[in-house]
């Protein structure tokens, strides 16, 4: 069953249609080629999918896109999108908090979450912070210190 | 420090930048025009005969292109492992692409490639399969009783080796200790959870080549073991080497079956087809042999050993794959050859059963080892009131010994010695507190465990050489492109072989650029595995990088009037040794012999002799001559909570020997996420299987546990130990295992200091302690 | 994902249209609110049946209004919502909620509802096990007509709820303690990111004589079908000064209470113990919270 809805993803509107009990990563990446959102599990176990709605994280693999019409969808291409790289993803870049980096763009969209609420989180409110997403490479030590470093201003 | 101008550096990855804005390059993401979304059936039962199957009513359905059911695949056994030649005497043969014997739950049956992902999805619902079911057996002891199922045929008892080790006279060892230990100790099965999904694209030509796109750890391995099962010349095979993958971990070393049912999909519809797998298919895709290992060590009264015995039972699983390389390894580099010990035995037992299909892990087999051992030298020094460190470096090989695996090589660098040394004072080992002495509910703990000898590579076993290879090309910008088949799984050769060619080449970092290529075009390379690309890879990239320099310098002879051998790349210039005012810009040069065009310059027109033309390159192909023994130890401070059982790590601190740090970033990298994966060996991750199914219950991260950021120490410290191996690229060795290895002892051992139980069983669980404990 | 007989996808703006779709597609509807927990029965193939998916979210139900006699909270508040809500930083009352709420991941919180966690009647969750210490009231409504009962009623076993045809929950109620309260929740899980193998919230009124007038001890986990009150071990408490000797034997006694069972997360055994333990401390920690709280 195809829904045609209008999304606002990164400032621009899409009109798609899109399964209706279609997930919105799918449509982030196969719809709209927003490819930066990765699948890593589907059931919201690993954070790979995080965008934010609405200023917010959410696992894009677990909303259902219909349930995202209307409201402000971002993902990791929206960060950047004036050719500036944002502070979170320069401080990935520099602390080596990138490895394979599948999971990189989940954890710098919630970290994006966490910076745009406080600009001096301590290291629990870090560690908390990205609990929801999952890295098989770092350890999260340098991806802590990324985020600490870009709250800092980079 | 060093004289380098490259080497040692903390260097961002090049590839980061790319990733942080959304990472194009991960195979997940290809598609090609005209592709076929393809995915499998898999059976429910753990072991059954198919008895028969009507696919007709899938085929049926419109946008179904294709369909594969096991009379459609070529009959030629294999075995899935990359890394070992598809004929070699080595590997058992007992895999077919689709076989008519399930072996366990998940197995894939059929496969269905079609228009759309929901249609292939709804034609596998149409196939009819009459299964008959047979008994399975999931225990491997049980599996090797008289009258358990027969799970390959002819294969008595199960039992598909029984692989053994001996040094000495074990008897004679035995009489002579005056005390002696014994223990069984238990790993269990885990995932290697790399983050991106494996996935695979086949593109069959119009005359039957197979070009293919996947998330594997080795190109040439994909593209022999792919034309081996298909039946085609390897020339009918291209692998495309990806820009980076996310993650490995060993988990993408073995020919999963998406890769050649792919390739037959395509090869039937003449389209591409794009199999991803769902995360529940790639926690049934490998995973680490579970073992039990019994081990059994004597001591005299002063702390010798005197003899070393120890058993295996590998869980084969249900095809052999890695497994009897992986007892191997586990048998010399997990258990036998990092002491000393005159008098040693090992008896291993390759088994099969119907459970899920083992492979590849970091760590590869050591890690069911050196819980074992380390857990045991930990009890022997509590008993007989050794310091462990003292103990270990007493029974640990020196520098210049000859090399206990291979006689024929010395330890040419070893500094295990300064590994346990530095680290222990680090750590503030010698504060360490009586076992159990602390007061109130939750007490700390300090635990240490070492894996004095490793590799750098494979070099050594059997069938295995191990050779890399490299391109090196200079551009007239005065930038390298580097090109080699290795891949980068996150573990920083972009960063890391960039650097060697950087430093050879005598130009910035930046200016190196690592570029893609295939198995069309591209020297051969073995996986990236066993610790060894930095030490084998970075040979040939300093190889190729130098044969590059010899032929810019000849090229510089007549701009610089000197002799190449009196000349030198510093930065970016060429110049006449000990006169730096006579230089040019490896730019000018590379323009010189590059330009099919004669170079207009500021004094006209420059002359250039036929001999000089031509781009400046350099390429390697070889072998490394060793395999260089890194060495690691680690110390652990938990928190035991002695009213829930539950464990916290609180700091870290690893001690390697790896030689020569090439990206200092890069390499601690390796050891914070070594430590991840070895906290949740110890304490969380298990795969778990319904009793009567075989049916996997912890396919998802809901179910399988590894630690999350909250869960990590808040203080893990690397400590590199340089050594400057002499066969090494600058020196360097390999790096990537034993920080996963040891974690799980180290951390068995501080909570034995922490509340004086002993758990010899991973994982160590909450509930573990508690039964020590008592309380429940 | 995995709805094969979906025909619709509505996000009804009235309750009008609720009720027509409801009408329409009868037993067939589904309701979700934030979707995380419909997600997980979706990707498991168990709506395969489902006809019409009904998204409350645009019916006004995402509120928190502090009232003299309690915290009314809107079906579809997302936990985010209520976790920055003040009333739930300032209210030592409301403590096992805070803590149960700062449990899920960030990305469930800002998507996950009040409501829909408790009609998940998932016992595995953490805020429902709060909300029943905290003596909860849900109030639903069905084509115009309301009615509430205690959250407790709710629960008819794992992922079964007592709702009756139609029936959607509109808002939980959480009665004001009169006296000296406080509440706390506490959970053991295998990482931060998890179900609860164990979880305990413990919320207990103190008189001016210092005695526990009213205790109320829930648990979930695998400790039951369903979160379980925890009666023998709040009869223990009731009218008695909650010194270590009554915490202890307090805890001892929901033994008495649930019926915890083995899985691949825990056994049976482990669980008891656990929530004994969990108990105690959830206990201790909500009298330390009372204690700092003026009368």
């Given at each position: 069953m195809m829904q045609l809805v209008t999304l606002e993803v990164n400032g621009e509107q899409h009109e798609i249609a899109v399964e209706a009990d279609g997930a919105l990563l799918a449509v982030l990446r196969d719809g709209l080629g927003l490819i930066g959102t990765k699948r890593g599990c589907d059931t919201g176990g690993c954070g790979c999918c995080t965008v934010l709605v609405d200023g917010r994280a959410v696992y894009s693999c677990m909303m259902y896109t219909l349930s995202a019409q209307g409201r402000k969808i971002t993902t990791i291409e929206g960060l950047a999108a004036d050719g500036k790289l944002d502070p979170l993803q320069e401080a990935f870049v520099n602390t080596g908090a990138?490895?394979?980096?599948?999971?990189t763009c989940g954890f710098i969209m919630v970290a994006k979450q966490l910076l745009s609420e406080t600009n001096n989180p301590d290291e629990d409110a870090i560690r908390h912070a990205i609990a929801g997403n999952l890295c098989r490479c770092t350890g999260y030590h340098k991806i802590v210190e990324a985020i600490r470093l870009a709250a800092k201003g980079g | 420090m060093n004289d380098y101008s490259v080497i040692g550096r903390s260097i961002p990855r090049p590839d980061a930048w790319e990733k942080v804005v959304g990472g194009r390059g991960y195979p997940v993401n290809l598609r090609l025009p005209g592709m076929l979304h393809g995915t499998l059936l898999r059976s429910p039962h753990p072991h059954a005969r198919i008895a028969g199957m009507d696919a007709s009513r899938a085929l049926a359905l419109p946008g179904v292109k294709a369909l594969i059911t096991p009379a459609d695949v070529p009959r030629i056994p294999y075995s899935a492992t990359f890394f070992k030649p598809a004929t070699s005497a080595a590997v058992v043969r007992d895999m077919l692409i689709l076989d008519g014997t399930v072996r366990y739950a998940g197995q894939p049956v059929a496969a269905v490639a079609a228009t759309t992902a929901s249609i292939a999805e709804h034609a596998l619902e149409l196939i009819e399969v009459q299964y008959e079911e047979l008994p399975a057996v999931f225990d491997p002891e049980e599996a090797m009783r008289e009258g358990a199922p027969e799970i390959h045929a002819g294969v008595r008892h199960n039992v598909i080796g029984r692989p053994t080790y001996s040094l000495g006279d074990i008897e004679a060892g035995f009489s002579a200790a005056d005390h002696v230990f014994e223990g069984v100790y238990e790993t269990q099965r885990v995932h290697t959870c790399y983050m991106e999904p494996r996935v695979c694209v086949a593109d069959a030509d119009a005359q039957g080549r197979v070009t293919v796109y996947a998330s594997v750890q080795h190109l040439f391995g994909l593209r022999e073991k792919l034309a081996f099962v298909l039946g085609l010349?390897?020339?009918s095979v291209r692998a495309v080497q990806p820009p980076y993958i996310g993650g490995g971990f060993g988990g993408k070393l073995d020919l999963a079956p998406i890769e050649p049912l792919a390739a037959l999909l395509s090869l039937r519809a003449r389209r591409p087809v794009r199999i991803e797998q769902s995360r529940y298919e790639d926690f049934i895709t490998s995973s680490r042999h579970p073992a039990k290992v019994y081990l059994k060590t004597g001591i005299s009264r002063d702390g010798q050993f005197t003899a070393r015995y120890a058993r295996t039972l590998l869980?084969?699983?249900?095809?052999?794959?890695?497994a009897p390389e992986v007892i191997r390894v586990h048998s010399r580099f997990g258990l036998m050859l990092g002491y000393r010990c005159p008098n040693a035995k090992w008896e291993g037992t390759l088994v099969y059963t119907n459970n899920m299909p083992g492979g590849a892990f970091r760590g590869y087999g050591a890690p069911q080892g050196c819980f074992a051992v380390e857990s045991q030298i930990d009890e022997i020094c509590e008993k007989l009131g050794f310091d462990p460190v003292e103990f270990r470096l007493k029974h640990a090989p020196r520098c210049g010994d000859p090399h206990p695996s291979n006689a024929a090589w010395k330890l040419d660098s070893y500094g295990f010695d300064e590994c346990l040394v530095r680290g222990a004072e680090r750590f503030g080992w010698r504060s360490r507190a009586k076992a159990a002495s602390g007061r109130g509910v939750k007490k700390r703990g300090f635990g240490m465990a070492a894996q004095p000898l490793w590799v750098s590579g494979c070099l050594g076993a059997p069938d295995t050489y191990e050779h890399s290879g490299a391109i090196v090309k200079l551009n007239t910008d005065g930038s390298a492109d580097l090109a080699t088949a290795t891949i980068d799984i996150g573990s920083g050769q972009t960063a890391v072989l960039c650097q060697i060619a950087a430093e050879e080449l005598g130009i910035s970092v930046e200016a190196v650029r690592l570029s893609g290529g295939s198995t069309d075009t591209l020297p051969v390379d073995a996986a990236t595995h066993a610790s060894r690309t930095t030490y084998a890879s970075g040979i040939a990239v300093k190889a190729a990088a130098a044969a590059a320099k010899k032929r810019l310098l000849e090229v510089a002879e007549t701009m610089l009037e000197a002799s190449a051998v009196d000349l030198e790349v510093r930065e970016g210039m060429v110049r006449v040794k000990g006169a730096s005012a006579h230089a040019v810009p490896v730019a000018d040069v590379v323009k010189r012999a590059e330009s099919p065009f004669v170079q207009i310059t500021s004094k006209g027109t420059m002359q250039t002799v036929l001999a000089e033309k031509g781009t400046i390159i350099g390429t390697s192909s070889l072998a490394p001559p060793r395999n260089p023994s890194p060495a690691s130890a680690q110390f652990i401070e938990v928190e035991v909570d002695t009213d829930t059982g539950e464990v916290r790590v609180l700091r870290a601190v690893y001690a390697h020997d790896i030689g020569r740090v090439v990206n200092l970033a890069g390499a601690e990298g390796q050891v914070e996420g070594g430590l991840q994966q070895g906290i949740g060996y110890a304490l969380m991750e298990n795969m778990r299987f319904e009793p009567e199914t075989g049916a996997c219950v912890t396919a998802d991260f809901l179910n399988y546990k590894m630690p999350t950021a909250v869960e990590m120490p808040r203080s893990i410290e690397s400590i590199f130990v340089e050594t400057d191996e002499p066969s090494g690229p600058f020196g360097a060795k390999g790096l990537a295992e034993p920080c996963l290895i040891v974690p799980a002892p180290a951390i068995a051992n501080a909570i034995y200091n922490a509340v004086g139980v002993r758990v010899r069983s991973l994982p160590i669980t909450p509930e573990k302690i508690l039964a020590g404990l008592g309380k429940i | 994902m995995s709805l094969r007989q979906l025909k619709e996808f509505c996000i009804p703006g009235d309750w009008a249209e609720v009720d027509a779709q409801l009408g329409r597609y009868g037993a067939r509807a589904f309701v979700l609110a934030g979707g995380s927990f419909v997600h997980g029965l979706d990707a498991r193939g168990l709506l395969h049946e489902v006809e019409a998916l009904i998204d409350i979210r645009n019916l006004g139900l995402d509120y928190i209004r502090a009232e003299s006699g309690g915290l009314r909270i809107g079906a579809t508040t997302t936990f985010a919502h209520l976790q920055a809500a003040p009333t739930l930083g300032e209210s030592p009352w409301l403590g096992a909620l805070a803590d149960a709420l700062a449990c899920p991941p960030r990305q469930i919180r800002n998507v996950a509802t009040v409501g829909g966690s408790v009609a998940a009647?998932?016992?595995?969750?953490d805020p429902p096990t709060a909300l029943m210490a905290l003596d909860a009231r849900v109030a639903v409504v069905a084509g115009g007509a309301r009615r509430e009962f205690p959250l407790g009623e709710l629960f008819a076993g794992t992922f079964e709820?007592?709702?009756?045809?139609?029936e959607i929950i509109v808002e939980l109620f959480l009665p004001r303690p009169t006296g000296r309260s406080a509440s706390a929740f506490l959970k053991l899980e295998g990482n931060a990111n998890d179900l609860a193998i164990v979880n305990c919230a413990a919320s207990l009124e103190i008189d001016a004589q210092g005695r526990c007038s009213e205790a109320r001890i829930a648990l979930g986990g695998g400790v039951g079908d369903a979160i379980a009150r925890a009666t023998s071990a709040e009869r223990l408490l009731q009218g008695r000064v909650a010194d270590d000797e009554v915490l202890w034997s307090a805890a001892e006694a929901v033994g008495e209470d649930i019926d915890p069972h083995t899985d691949h997360r825990a056994s049976a055994a482990y669980r008891l113990a656990v929530a004994k333990v969990l108990t105690r401390r959830a206990l201790t920690c909500a009298l330390a919270r009372s204690a700092r709280t003026p009368t």
């Open positions: 990138v490895q394979c980096g599948y999971c | 010349p390897v020339s869980d084969a699983s249900a095809y052999a794959s890695e | 009647s998932c016992p595995y969750f709820n007592s709702l009756r045809r139609g």
